[in-house]
């Protein structure tokens, strides 16, 4: 009997040990939480000293991992933001000696590194984001921007200071690195900070505003201001704020403001990315990398993806190899350590019910982690991409993924490319045939070659169609936020022979196919071009009179000189770096840049088409140049207001140059006239009228996934 009974038990612990399961492992959090009691009425936005009185509409933020309250923001209203503003430039920071700054910088950077640990915890708290993923993907490269724009706060010493504000605006499903992007090129460079952020950032921003002034930066030098909400006039408004630089999406419909007062304005817009699967694929680490690059970091990274495209052939076994390693993944709360991928309590699912329920009723394949309406779960569409309007906007916070099939390399690319999105794509596979072809034919400024997740500070990047404006990284990041006047151009009001243009669509696409063409011409070709133009430019051009352009051989000489670039290459983080420039498409010039040689030169050589709004005095020189052109290459329309606001407001432009400001920016939505550029250098002038494309290629070690 005590046999049997012992044979039982051990029956039974075999049992017990066979299906044991451990209990969850947690994050460390008290850091934060304890760091939070300290700023209790804290995180507001003050007028004249952070010990006053807090203002402002009190929001409670959400804790992330249990949807209970975690802190208190006050929200200010306009009339603080207001206050704020006119307070102006902090001259303690601007008149600091250059290698203070510099030290100020770097020290920065340094401290981040050593705070590491706060910032992940309060990531997990606010934000939902795995401490693995802030460790790796977020917050070395943080601190990195402030390291390597201290050494440019040196090169001030020989440059103008600027005298305004920079304002920056970062919503709260940016990625952290966006932070050290606008703040170390803008402090390296002398500014004064206004910083509207996100809620769900504000506990870091104040971080970072810590750090900054514990190394040095002086108080007043950085001023946050909470908030969600998406008034952008005060800052368009006053006069006392030079650049304004939005990390936001202008076609969310929360954002408003008319530039009425000319402002520089940047934007870089972090939509959701294709990812392009062929058949000579490493389909493992493929599938593996997709499932990281769509729903890691709460799928707030620059290059998340929320389209797979899968050639044909390999569909089938793709699916299924996608599907099994979804269904290994541990899904839970930030807090837990084995989590896969996090989920934030504080968010709504309701975008992702909505969202399976029309693909359901579209006949749409629908597959999920785990079948649930009370819990979100990675979700694939099968098959076909939802289209209902109603959804247009929801789509992106639902961080569902399509899945779909292609069958040639121009299906594939062109389902790429219909995007609004201009800032990331991936590739997938061993063909380099197919690399390069699929790479030149991508409209997109970032492409990762078989793998994801690496970038630089010194890499310069600049996003297209609708993923924003501006020059970002490297050096070239760091002069957009110096003050630099803009070239003025003299140009005559009397109008130029008369003309008819009936259409303006027509000529636009006349233009679009031009360009399409000219692009493909060699460089070399295209310099002999202009090397026989001005060879034979005729006596009455050379000798114009005072109302008229006078160009020389030199100047043209002098124009095709600064487009003389090199392509870049690198290795970064395990990835092969190769960059080089496209040209942005069609641009406008109006009246006060038709008589820019240098401009009107450079356009032409990187490969654009110029739609120019002609003047008397420019008009025979631009003629002459266009009759030496293919047809298309160089469009010629008289100057009038009715055409120009029509050339501003067209959706084919991709970038408008000029001074005309009263006729454009006033009637503009702030979404429609941030192509509206104002140019000041050669330099200024290349990185306007070309984008660059990165190609990051994994070189190996880096395309295992840390599942």
């Not at 401009?599 to 110029?610: A, C, K």
Request: proline content about 4%.
């Amino acid at each position: 009997m005590m046999a049997e009974n012992i044979r039982i038990k051990s029956s039974e612990v075999k049992e017990i040990f066979k299906n044991m399961e451990y209990g969850s492992s947690y994050e460390t959090i008290h850091s934060a939480l304890d760091w939070l009691k300290t700023k209790e009425n804290s995180f507001f936005a003050y007028v004249d000293k952070p010990t006053e009185t807090p203002n402002g509409s009190i929001i409670e933020l959400a804790n992330a991992v249990n949807n209970k309250k975690l802190h208190k923001i006050h929200v200010p209203d306009i009339d603080t933001i207001n206050k704020i503003l006119l307070q102006g430039s902090n001259k303690k920071w601007s008149e600091l000696k250059p290698y203070e700054r510099v030290k100020i910088l770097n020290q920065i950077g340094t401290q981040i590194e050593k705070k590491a640990e706060l910032f992940v915890q309060l990531e997990i708290l606010t934000r939902g984001i795995l401490g693995k993923d802030s460790k790796t993907k977020a917050i070395p490269l943080l601190s990195q921007y402030f390291h390597y724009y201290a050494a440019y706060a040196f090169n001030l010493e020989e440059e103008k200071l600027p005298q305004g504000i920079a304002v920056g605006v970062i919503s709260k499903e940016n990625y952290l690195p966006y932070l050290g992007l606008f703040l170390a090129p803008a402090l390296a460079a002398g500014r004064t900070i206004v910083l509207q952020i996100g809620l769900q950032l504000t506990p870091v921003a104040f971080l970072l505003q810590e750090i900054a002034q514990s190394a040095g930066v002086p108080e007043g030098t950085i001023r946050i201001i909470p908030s969600d909400d998406g008034e952008l006039l005060p800052y368009m408004n006053s006069e006392k704020v030079e650049i304004i630089t939005l990390f936001v999406d202008l076609n969310s419909g929360l954002y408003r403001g008319v530039n009425t007062q000319n402002k520089k304005i940047l934007v870089l817009t972090s939509y959701k990315t294709p990812a392009i699967v062929f058949d000579s694929a490493d389909l493992d680490t493929a599938s593996e990398s997709v499932i990281e690059s769509s729903w890691s970091y709460q799928s707030m990274l620059p290059w998340t993806t929320d389209t797979i495209l899968v050639q044909e052939n390999i569909f089938p076994l793709f699916l299924n190899k996608l599907k099994s390693k979804m269904m290994t993944l541990h899904i839970s709360t930030a807090d837990v350590k084995s989590t896969n991928i996090s989920v934030n309590l504080s968010e709504s699912i309701d975008e992702l019910n909505e969202l399976v329920k029309q693909a359901k009723l579209q006949g749409i394949e629908i597959f999920q982690v785990e079948e649930s309406s009370n819990k979100w779960s990675p979700t694939l569409l099968i098959g076909g991409k939802v289209s209902h309007n109603a959804l247009n906007t929801k789509i992106d916070t639902a961080k569902a993924v399509t899945v779909l099939a292609f069958r040639s390399i121009d299906e594939a690319v062109n389902l790429a490319n219909n995007t609004r999105q201009g800032l990331w794509a991936s590739i997938w596979s061993e063909n380099s045939g197919v690399i390069n072809e699929v790479t030149r034919k991508l409209k997109v400024s970032n492409i990762f070659v078989n793998g994801s997740n690496a970038f630089s500070p010194e890499i310069v990047f600049t996003p297209i169609k609708e993923s924003g404006i501006g020059i970002y990284g490297g050096k070239e990041g760091f002069l957009e936020y110096l003050t630099l006047e803009p070239t003025k151009h003299c140009y005559c009001t009397k109008k130029p022979s008369s003309s008819s243009i009936s259409n303006i669509d027509s000529l636009f696409n006349t233009a679009n196919k031009a360009q399409a063409s000219w692009q493909k011409v060699s460089k070399i070709q295209k310099e002999k071009i202009f090397l026989e133009f001005a060879e034979n430019l005729p006596p009455n051009i050379k000798e114009a009179n005072e109302s008229e352009v006078k160009w020389t051989a030199k100047d043209i000489y002098l124009a095709l000189k600064n487009t003389i670039r090199t392509n870049y290459s690198t290795t970064i983080s395990g990835y092969n770096l190769n960059s080089y420039t496209e040209p942005r498409g069609v641009i406008v010039l109006d009246r006060s840049e038709s008589v820019n040689i240098p401009l009107v030169v450079t356009s032409i050589l990187e490969g654009n088409s110029l739609m120019v709004l002609t003047t008397a005095n420019s008009e025979k020189i631009l003629k002459l140049l266009s009759s030496r052109l293919p047809s298309g290459v160089l469009n010629l329309i008289p100057y009038e207001s009715n055409i120009l606001k029509k050339l501003a407001a067209n959706k084919k432009v991709n970038c408008y140059f000029g001074d005309d400001s009263e006729h454009i920016l006033r009637c503009l939505p702030i979404q429609d006239s941030i192509k509206y550029v104002n140019i000041a250098t050669s330099v200024d002038i290349f990185g306007k009228i070309t984008f660059v494309k990165n190609v990051l290629s994994d070189i190996g070690s880096s395309s295992n996934c840390n599942f």
